[in-house]
């Protein structure tokens, strides 16, 4: 099938090459023509595992292409929406300037096509009502709008776009556009479709509400162990164990109860305030008022931090040498939207302190975004002289390092694990002061 996708970032590019990998011919657009040069030479614009493959793999193979020209997609059946809703600036709603701005752009090139009805298909996180909208723009051009939300995990696209947990479409409420539309979709998730991916078929509103409920849920769990964190550092328990115990009780599960500096990155800090902003505007805002407390949770998280590295070094952090392994908002990626770490690492440095910051993937693009920073190449050469070590970004080239190696490089011996991910007893022995998050 001929496919556009509109909007080139960690969404929209990763799954254009997805597409292209299961067989369709199709064509990227986006506005930024550096980042189309990058992609359409093979080369990913952003450190993602495994889409370098498959995108160079694609474009060789003449199966996917990107332009800055809509005029590109116009021979395409469906049209994907995957633009950026950024937290909008100086509110915490979502700004939908760059989706109201590819429907605009789009809507002149949609029309009758051989192949079946036209498709335009949202894949972006937006709040409820938007795809409701969009479907009276593009109605008067005869395609047909689903909302088809997107779950992956950065450091995970390519196998959560290939293998997703579940596929959800939000239809339109007409029975035969919506059938005809769902035929049309289910031809571009056939290879998805056959591995048994379970498929829920919804109205607009529910699509759209089901992807900000999972990163409300996700949020909410992050932060609902990070206030265990809070009580355990009050009492001496130790919140990892804490976490393991509850996460045997299979209706809570183990997964995302890792304490730490909280989390971060381009979706749920943005997508938590702008579903509280939505329900606000619906009338339904104390629905939401428990994620302002995650939200505040989460935050106290990057203050407790900085607090921890300031009582490390004796309670000035003026003069003082810190190293910050990690700058991303998690690892494997090069993502710092939102990083925790990359704000702990700014508020040491605005007390005064000397800050060193490395990341094997994102420190290449903080070293040019942020001259005022000094980026070291590796954590040996970043933790030299320091008087704290804090692990901020749980990459596995940091869980791997030799506290006694490391140990010969620093002024004192202090690391303040902010992910858990190292051995405390290991580090002890070694000599450190090791300090975790919730532990005692
Ligand atoms: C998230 C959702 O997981 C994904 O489904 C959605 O499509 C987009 O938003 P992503 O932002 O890539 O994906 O990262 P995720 O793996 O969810 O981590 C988010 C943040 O939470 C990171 O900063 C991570 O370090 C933090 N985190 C995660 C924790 O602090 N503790 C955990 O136990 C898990």
């Known amino acids: ?193 056959d591995q048994d991916i379970p498929r829920l078929v919804t109205d607009y509103a529910t699509a759209e509400l089901v992807k900000v409920a999972a990163n409300s849920f996700l949020a909410t769990k992050i932060s609902f162990i990070n206030a265990m964190a809070e009580l355990c550092e009050a009492t001496g328990a130790d919140v990892t164990q804490l976490a393991e115990a509850i996460g045997h009780d299979d209706r809570i599960g183990p997964k995302f109860l890792k304490a730490g500096i909280g989390f971060g990155g381009g979706c749920l800090p943005k997508d938590i305030r702008a579903f509280m902003a939505r329900a606000g505007e619906l009338g339904v805002d104390q629905a939401l008022t428990f994620l302002r407390e995650v939200d505040n949770i989460n935050d106290r998280r990057r203050s407790h931090a900085v607090e921890l590295a300031r009582t490390a070094v004796g309670g000035e952090l003026s003069g003082k040498r810190i190293a910050v392994l990690g700058a991303a908002f998690k690892p494997n990626s090069d993502d710092m939207r939102n990083s925790p770490a990359l704000d702990i690492a700014n508020a040491i440095a605005g007390q005064g302190a000397s800050v060193v910051i490395t990341d094997p993937a994102a420190g290449p693009v903080l070293a040019r975004q942020r001259p005022d920073m000094e980026v070291a190449p590796d954590a040996a050469t970043a933790v030299a002289g320091a008087d704290v070590v804090m692990l901020l970004t749980e990459w596995q080239d940091f869980r791997d390092l030799d506290p006694a190696e490391l140990k010969a490089h620093v002024a004192t011996p202090w690391i303040i694990d902010g992910r858990n991910a190292l051995d405390p007893v290991a580090w002890r022995a070694a000599g450190w002061t090791y300090q975790g998050i919730g532990r005692p």
């Open 1 to 193: 099938m001929r496919i556009s996708v509109i909007g080139c970032g960690y969404l929209g590019a990763v799954h254009a090459a997805c597409m292209a990998e299961v067989g369709h011919d199709v064509v990227g657009i986006d506005v930024d023509a550096a980042k189309v040069a990058l992609l359409s030479a093979g080369q990913a614009p952003f450190h993602e595992p495994g889409f370098n493959e498959v995108l160079a793999r694609n474009v060789a193979a003449g199966r996917l292409r990107f332009s800055t020209d809509f005029a590109d997609l116009a021979d395409a059946q469906v049209h994907f929406i995957g633009v950026g809703t950024p937290q909008a600036p100086g509110s915490i709603a979502a700004d939908l300037t760059y989706v109201d701005a590819a429907i605009t752009a789009l809507v002149p090139h949609l029309g009758e096509h051989p192949d079946g009805p036209t498709l335009v298909v949202g894949k972006s996180t937006v709040p409820v009502g938007t795809a409701a909208r969009l479907a009276e723009v593009v109605a008067p051009t005869g395609a047909h709008l689903v909302w088809n939300p997107e779950f992956l995990r950065e450091g995970f696209a390519v196998q959560d776009t290939l293998s997703p947990d579940r596929i959800v479409y939000g239809l339109p409420t007409d029975p035969a556009q919506a059938t005809a539309s769902r035929d049309t979709l289910d031809a571009v998730y056939r290879t998805l479709l």
